[in-house]
């Protein structure tokens, strides 16, 4: 057993995650590939997205009142102004790559979305929204992993639940079959290894008949097999389609790569960091305008990338909380409350901000400093899961939270 997983460090094996059960592990392993249907992804913005200054209110005077250094001018008072999208709510200026996207119907906005735990702390808000539990620390399971496994698809692929990371997020753990990908061209045993490397290294997982890890190290296999049968790494980007340098682009050029290859993907999960900004966040420039045009520039590419098949795909940006509404002396922002969603693909009623607004006043804001949240975050993956995905039973995905379609934001179509 010690020299398999000697074997298994030396021999270059790029990380593969999956859930604990053989038994749903090998069905899934042994499911033929074939072309799946929706795909909905996950864009989490790690470290807290000021949305106020994303999607800047500038029809609330409380929004300048607050924010005398960062905040976004009006509409039409130069270029570092915010873009008007319906005469209350713009766009930071710094998104404007993302306007066609708006006006073509394909992209909505979400404000004061987030969870009702009043945690400030990044790691537990995290935990609970990757959980959908918010406020229990006991989960074993991620919102993502419960959906597949009430949604059982015995026709799945090994790559019907993937994340674009080296290490499986908390959102997919749990005893459904999710894959982690820190690069698809490297997945697998890496060629420096060489091909008899490869080789023994199968053969030591089919020769251990008894051991535990067979299954796994089975599963392993088929997923490398999954992805060597497409060679998606070698599909170049679509329609021109050009995604900026970094994780991020890396991330979601990836993804397109399998969704183009028709590897069967259903949830997919990537993440970006950075968004913390306690010094120096800025307005139309600064820290926040520099992660914005990285979003901007790589969520356009994703969508020139898929073309048509775009039709088929949701992407939803998530972050844990919001920021406060008052600039601090750092002209930057603090952890706060409600934040921000942004919506693009396919059946998204787009060209709107739905939910509903709380406003700034002082009476409005939550413990006086923030802003309120009015859309719970599992209201808006509940209807992106039932009416993108076809999900029945919310209340499996979303335990404790009692689901209810008069709650949803109303973002795709019934």
């Not at 008949?209 to 060679?231: M, N, P, T, W, Y």
């Not at 183009?260 to 993907?265: M, P, R, S, Y």
């Not at 997919?268 to 306690?278: P, S, T």
């Not at 939910?355 to 009476?363: N, S």
């Amino acid at each position: 057993m010690s020299s398999r997983r000697v074997f298994l460090k030396a021999s270059g094996l790029s990380v593969v995650s999956f859930g604990a059960v053989p038994g749903l592990l090998l069905r899934a392993a042994a499911a033929e590939l074939a072309p799946r249907g929706r795909t909905l992804v996950v864009l989490f913005q790690r470290g807290a997205c000021d949305g106020l200054n994303v999607l800047v209110p500038h029809g609330e005077p409380g929004y300048y009142a607050a924010r005398p250094q960062i905040a976004l001018s009006r509409p039409g008072r130069g270029d570092d102004a915010a873009l008007d999208l319906d005469g209350f709510f713009g766009l930071h200026p710094a998104l404007a790559p993302l306007l066609p996207l708006w006006r073509d119907g394909r992209l909505a906005a979400v404000p004061a979305v987030g969870s009702p735990d009043p945690t400030r702390s990044h790691f537990d808000a995290q935990d609970f929204m990757e959980s959908g539990t918010p406020g229990r620390k006991v989960t074993d399971d991620g919102w993502m992993n419960r959906h597949l496994q009430a949604s059982p698809e015995p026709g799945s692929t090994p790559l019907r639940a993937v994340a674009l990371l080296p290490v499986l997020p908390r959102s997919l753990q749990g005893r459904a079959a999710a894959v982690s990908l820190g690069n698809i061209g490297d997945f697998g045993v890496r060629p420096a290894a060489g091909p008899a490397v490869a080789r023994g290294f199968e053969g030591m997982y089919e020769a251990a008949v008894a051991d535990a890890l067979h299954g796994a190290g089975r599963e392993a296999f088929a997923a490398i097999r999954a992805l060597q049968s497409k060679h998606p790494a070698q599909e170049p980007p679509a329609n021109g389609a050009e995604y900026p340098n970094g994780p991020l682009g890396a991330s979601l050029r990836q993804l397109a790569q399998l969704i183009k290859a028709d590897l069967g993907v259903e949830l997919a999960f990537a993440e970006v960091g950075g968004w913390d900004h306690h010094v120096g966040e800025g307005g139309a420039q600064g820290q926040l305008a520099a992660r914005l045009r990285e979003l901007g520039r790589a969520l356009v590419a994703f969508d020139l990338d898929l073309g048509a098949r775009m039709s088929q795909v949701v992407l939803v940006t998530l972050t844990e909380f919001g920021r406060t509404v008052r600039e601090n002396g750092d002209r930057g922002t603090d952890h706060g409350h409600g934040s921000l969603s942004l919506v693009l693909g396919g059946g998204v009623r787009g060209c709107r901000v739905h939910g509903r607004w709380p406003g700034l006043r002082a009476q409005d804001l939550y413990e006086g400093r923030d802003l309120a949240v009015t859309t719970d975050f599992r209201d808006l993956l509940g209807e992106l899961l039932a009416r993108h995905l076809g999900a029945r039973d919310l209340g499996v995905v979303f335990p404790g939270h009692a689901v209810d379609v008069g709650r949803f934001p109303g973002l795709l179509a019934s």
